[in-house]
């Protein structure tokens, strides 16, 4: 049987243009030491509001209020299957001057200069969706990404497209 899990996820930039970013406690059964953004799962009634649970995220894991948080605002939604379970993502990317308040037992709280981000050690999903929002930067509309194999070479990859109503266009 498939079940359907749904995570929000927050990039935090700072104005020296720094993202704040989480090294996971080797203790977490998901990506237990590696390099991660902010986030976590959507609680039952945040099913229709990914937005709310990633401001509830932040807020859990740094102490950082929604209002110290400007322009937060959808960029990408991921999916991807894991076993038998789809897996929805939600990522928001806004900035703050504000520094993380709390120490959460998630893992340690850094600012990374952009330009090391991507020396660190993370999860492949993570991973391409900083080198794609790397390359095509922040889009007046949000990405869809699907997670799967590329056919030709049966390596892991992500199929980028612009999340457009095509009714609109």
Same mark, same amino acid.
């Given at each position: 049987?498939?079940?359907?899990?749904?995570?929000?996820?927050?990039?935090?930039?700072?104005?020296?243009?720094?993202?704040?970013?989480?090294?996971?406690?080797?203790?977490?059964?998901?990506?237990?030491?590696?390099?991660?953004?902010?986030?976590?799962?959507?609680?039952?009634?945040?099913?229709?509001?990914?937005?709310?649970?990633?401001?509830?995220?932040?807020?859990?894991?740094?102490?950082?209020?929604?209002?110290?948080?400007?322009?937060?605002?959808?960029?990408?939604?991921?999916?991807?299957?894991?076993?038998?379970?789809?897996?929805?993502?939600?990522?928001?990317?806004?900035?703050?001057?504000?520094?993380?308040?709390?120490? #959460?037992?998630?893992?340690?709280? &850094? +600012?990374? !200069?952009?330009?090391?981000? *991507?020396?660190?050690?993370?999860?492949?999903?993570?991973?391409?969706?900083?080198?794609?929002?790397?390359?095509?930067?922040?889009?007046?509309?949000?990405?869809?990404?699907?997670?799967?194999?590329?056919?030709? #070479?049966?390596?892991?990859?992500? &199929? +980028?497209? !612009?999340?457009?109503?095509? *009714?609109?266009?």
């Amino acid at each position: 049987m498939i079940t359907l899990r749904m995570m929000s996820t927050a990039l935090i930039w700072n104005q020296r243009d720094e993202l704040l970013m989480m090294k996971r406690a080797l203790t977490r059964t998901l990506s237990p030491g590696l390099w991660a953004a902010i986030g976590g799962h959507l609680e039952p009634h945040e099913i229709s509001q990914p937005r709310v649970a990633c401001l509830r995220e932040i807020w859990e894991e740094t102490g950082i209020e929604h209002d110290e948080i400007q322009d937060l605002r959808l960029q990408y939604v991921l999916l991807r299957l894991n076993g038998q379970e789809i897996r929805q993502q939600f990522f928001y990317v806004g900035s703050t001057d504000v520094n993380p308040r709390i120490v #959460t037992s998630e893992g340690d709280l &850094h +600012w990374i !200069p952009r330009a090391s981000i *991507l020396d660190r050690p993370m999860p492949f999903i993570f991973r391409s969706l900083l080198e794609h929002y790397f390359t095509v930067g922040a889009t007046p509309h949000p990405w869809i990404g699907s997670a799967g194999l590329d056919l030709n #070479t049966e390596a892991p990859t992500i &199929h +980028w497209n !612009p999340l457009l109503d095509p *009714l609109q266009i």
